[in-house]
């Protein structure tokens, strides 16, 4: 029904930025909340950002503390996240998600679909 294909993963130094970018496809039945996740090896899956489709209501994780932004562009059908000052402690697989809610939600099981993830790590 909805492909979501993330993008803009890679390697990068502590302190810099890295712009991931989620691109959706498919039928839709309505405007979609979207949200972005990450996870790495051993953890649990960690809530990042989250966006409501048509809204423009966002939402953070309270650790995130400015350094990343999501935003949309609907016109593309695509919702980005912003990450700067990076550290190593965000080395993850990173993940869009959509929900069939224009409300956006924190948690990952209301969520519908699943992009594969991207690789983001950072060195020292």
């Known amino acids: 029904q909805v492909q979501l294909v993330e993008s803009g993963g890679g390697l990068v130094q502590a302190g810099g930025s890295l712009r991931l970018s989620c691109a959706a496809s498919?039928?839709?039945?309505?405007?979609?909340?979207m949200g972005w996740f990450r996870q790495a090896p051993g953890k649990e899956r960690d809530f990042l950002a989250a966006i409501s489709w048509s809204g423009g209501s966002v939402y953070y994780a309270d650790f995130v503390k400015g350094r990343f932004t999501i935003s949309r562009d609907n016109a593309k059908n695509t919702v980005y996240l912003q990450m700067n000052s990076l550290k190593p402690e965000d080395t993850a697989v990173y993940y869009c998600?959509?929900?069939?809610?224009?409300?956006?939600?924190?948690?990952?099981?209301?969520?519908?679909?699943w992009g594969q993830g991207t690789q983001v790590t950072v060195s020292s």
């Open positions: 998600a959509a929900r069939s809610l224009t409300m956006p939600s924190s948690r990952y099981y209301d969520y519908d679909y």
């Open positions: 498919g039928r839709t039945v309505g405007n979609y909340a």
